[in-house]
Nanobody, 124 residues
Framework: QVQLVESGGGLVQAGGSLRLSCTAS????????MGWFRQAPGQEREFVAN????????YHADSVKGRFTISRDNAKNTVYLQMNDLKPEDTAVYYC?????????????????WGQGTQVTVSS
């Protein structure tokens, strides 16, 4: 497995921006697809975005498309989530996750390592 540590969460006003980072150690990061998920209170964990091992292929949920961008820097063992034009409904704990193999999916079951999460709160 790979160990993941997220950072960059916080409190921001609607329309603002945040950049989340997730730094990995352990299993070779550059061979792993990565994903971001989020979970709001009382709700199930929700897929946000994923990226393949090279960074050449990304996919974003419709709810964040055009506002959020996933990227990675394999030299730094880090995956990012740039979040722009934040809305109150984006408030959640955000988790990064490492895929079981090279294939990435929108389903949480496809990931076998998870970070501890970072809180993002968007005020109206």
């Amino acid at each position: 497995q790979v160990q993941l540590v997220e950072s960059g969460g916080g409190l921001v006003q609607a329309g603002g921006s945040l950049r989340l980072s997730c730094t990995a150690s352990g299993r070779t990061f550059s061979r792993s697809g990565m994903g971001w998920f989020r979970q709001a209170p009382g709700q199930e964990r929700e897929f946000v975005a994923n990226i393949n091992w090279s960074g050449g292929r990304t996919y974003h949920a419709d709810s964040v498309k055009g506002r959020f961008t996933i990227s990675r820097d394999n030299a730094k063992n880090t995956v990012y989530l740039q979040m722009n034009d934040l809305k109150p409904e984006d408030t959640a704990v955000y988790y990064c996750a490492a895929a079981r193999g090279n294939t990435v999916t929108i389903w949480a079951s496809g990931y076998d390592s998870w970070g501890q999460g970072t809180q993002v709160t968007v005020s109206s």
